[in-house]
Antibody
Framework: EVQLVESGGGLVHPGGSVRLSCAAS????????MNWVRQAPGKGLEWVAY????????HYAASVKGRFTISRDNAKNSLNLQMNILRGEDTAIYYC???????????WGQGTLVAVSS | QSVLTQPPSVSAAPGQKVTISCSGS????????VSWYQQFPGTAPKLLIY???KRPSGLPDRFSGSKSGTSATLGITGLQPGDEADYYC????????????FGGGTKLTVL
């Protein structure tokens, strides 16, 4: 069974940093690209970042480019998102999602909440 | 403002049929597979339709998807109260740096 479990969220001050992690199991993690998708309170889904299976390709949404860094450790079946210079508008539930050739997000984690506030 | 356009809300009575539209452009829907997601309050989105019209195993055939040009449609027949949720379309976007794009979401109310 595919499982994705996010961790690392919490309350962060504006301008601060946080590192999210996503532990993957139930599939060959090193064979899949991965996405981070966020959802602000009461709002829709917003794609944040993508990393290819071997980390050679990364893409970011314009709203986070230069502040967020996506990475992965295939030996540990782990996906990460380093979030720096956080702003109030970054407050959201952050989901990791597996990408396949047929769907940009076929499996999702349960999400972790990042709240940016003073 | 989302790249893909969905109606904010739709409603229908139990047993009826409803459709949810998703409009995009040639850089996203026009040249890529469309997926649909169902999300209940407080839970993660769940894949409902992939490759425009395919259902994951175990999903009832009451749910269907279609695509034509730069638009896609989710159809739900035999509406049940348990179908009341938010529905999102999503796809890749091949314009520079665009990545993945979603619709703004549609709230389905079963009257």
């Amino acid at each position: 069974e595919v499982q994705l479990v996010e961790s690392g969220g919490g309350l962060v001050h504006p301008g601060g940093s946080v590192r999210l992690s996503c532990a993957a199991s139930g599939f060959t993690f090193s064979s899949y690209g991965m996405n981070w998708v966020r959802q602000a309170p009461g709002k829709g889904l917003e794609w944040v970042a993508y990393i290819s299976s071997g980390s050679s390709v990364v893409h970011y949404a314009a709203s986070v480019k230069g502040r967020f860094t996506i990475s992965r450790d295939n030996a540990k079946n782990s996906l990460n998102l380093q979030m720096n210079i956080l702003r109030g508008e970054d407050t959201a539930i952050y989901y990791c999602a597996r990408e396949s050739s047929t769907a940009m997000a076929d499996y999702w984690g349960q999400g972790t909440l990042v709240a940016v506030s003073s | 403002q989302s790249v893909l356009t969905q109606p904010p809300s739709v409603s229908a009575a139990p047993g009826q049929k409803v459709t949810i539209s998703c409009s995009g452009s040639s850089s996203n829907i026009g040249n890529n597979y469309v997926s649909w997601y169902q999300q209940f309050p407080g839970t993660a989105p769940k894949l409902l339709i992939y490759e425009n019209n395919k259902r994951p195993s175990g999903l009832p055939d009451r749910f269907s998807g279609s695509k034509s040009g730069t638009s896609a449609t989710l159809g739900i027949t035999g509406l049940q109260p348990g179908d009341e949720a938010d529905y999102y379309c999503g796809t890749w976007d091949s314009s520079l740096g665009a990545g993945v794009v979603f619709g703004g979401g549609t709230k389905l109310t079963v009257l």
